[in-house]
């Protein structure tokens, strides 16, 4: 018997969980300090947004809201390391990578206040908008890439997708076509421990995630997502190669989700309690600010102060969704067909007779 192909699967750390750089070969970016502030900053203003939303839902103002409370760094390494012109597809937690892209925390807003506005949002029009149906962005995003490629575009598609969703068909069929063609595809699997109420260990057998990406054909790399810095260089990395015509790459972050998985969600009923404790010591804004103040690049005065920016910046976003007009009733004809069938417009026209007392 011989052996026809092995495989391994590089780990990828710069920083450990108290701060402190365990290697030498510092990638370019991160030696440029005030651009690993600015990115600090808004891994920040992340988390103030972040809480303020459930704040909203828990007070009726906003919809069913999926928090990204741990996910900071590896959304906005995303959104750091693309060009203005690469395609985005997330699925619905991304906003960190979104608003390194433009989307407005008030955007984010509309979208989970129920208006479909909010995912024509402010950002690059090539962006897809979020997508529920977890995984199947993946496939939008493959089909950018290849749409790249035809047209001898130096741009590259990135998407993002779960634990949970990496085991889905959409994933795999996206990874797969990737890697027969040659396509410009970053695919980053945020491996934040559980699908939902299901933990990664119950829902495929794989030693890691990224070496989904063997098969395929496609770079493959595990990195502490929790780690800005490596991100940010993984991301680089895979996003130059694919520029350049060598292919697409499978990212697996390795974080974890502090949060539960929606406000719809009780993660207590089904997640251990020390297990969600030894996580806070491991989150990605503690490690970062530690390196940062190793620096003498930032104080605790820096942060009390951006912290109460961040507040306002974030209490002027509400605002401005809060004082948005709803929309007519009658909108949700508006946005499906070009010419509505004759049903829908039947429905369309009781609907509006119904709301104006008719």
């Known amino acids: 018997m011989s052996v026809v192909a092995t495989f391994e699967i590089e780990y990828l750390q710069y920083l450990d969980t108290e701060g402190r750089l365990i290697r030498e070969d510092l990638p370019a970016f991160a030696r440029d300090i005030r651009q690993l502030v600015d990115i600090y900053k808004l891994m920040t203003y992340l988390r103030v947004f972040d809480g303020k939303a459930v704040a909203l839902q828990r007070t009726g103002k906003l919809g069913t809201y999926a928090s990204c409370l741990g996910h900071e760094a590896a959304h906005v390494a995303i959104g750091s390391a693309m060009q203005e012109d690469d395609s985005l597809a997330v699925s619905y937690r991304e906003y960190g990578a979104q608003f390194f892209r433009g989307v407005r925390a008030r955007d984010v807003l509309m979208y989970w206040g129920g208006d479909e506005r909010g995912s024509d949002f402010a950002g690059p029009a090539h962006d897809f908008p979020w997508c529920v149906p977890i995984a199947t962005?993946?496939?939008h995003a493959a089909g950018s890439a290849l749409a790249f490629k035809l047209r001898k575009e130096p741009?590259?598609?990135v998407c993002t997708v779960g634990d949970g969703g990496s085991s889905k068909a959409d994933f795999n069929s996206a990874i797969n076509v990737a890697g027969a063609m040659q396509l410009p595809l970053v695919a980053?699997?945020?491996n934040n421990q559980w699908a939902i109420s299901v933990p990664r260990s119950a829902q495929t057998g794989a030693k890691t995630l990224a070496q989904k990406?063997?098969?395929a054909g496609l770079d493959c790399i595990q990195v502490d997502g929790n780690d800005l810095i490596a991100m940010r260089a993984a991301l680089d990395h895979a996003i130059k190669r694919a520029r350049h015509g060598h292919g697409g790459t499978v990212i697996e972050a390795v974080t974890y989700r502090l949060s539960d998985h929606t406000t719809a969600d009780d993660a207590r009923r089904y997640r251990p309690e020390a297990e969600v404790k030894d996580a806070w010591e491991r989150e990605p804004?503690?490690?970062?600010?530690?390196?940062?103040?190793?620096?003498n690049a930032w104080s605790e005065d820096e942060e009390a102060a951006w912290k109460a920016q961040c507040a306002d910046l974030v209490d002027a976003e509400v605002n401005a969704y809060l004082e948005t007009k709803s929309q007519p009733v009658e909108a949700m004809f508006d946005y499906t067909y070009a010419e509505l069938p004759p049903d829908l417009a039947a429905q369309r026209a009781e609907a509006i007779a119904r709301e104006h007392g008719g």
């Open 188 to 190: 980053v699997i945020v």
């Open 137 to 139: 962005q993946c496939l």
């Open 155 to 157: 741009r590259v598609a």
């Open 213 to 215: 990406g063997i098969a």
């Open 285 to 295: 804004l503690k490690r970062i600010r530690a390196y940062l103040s190793s620096l």
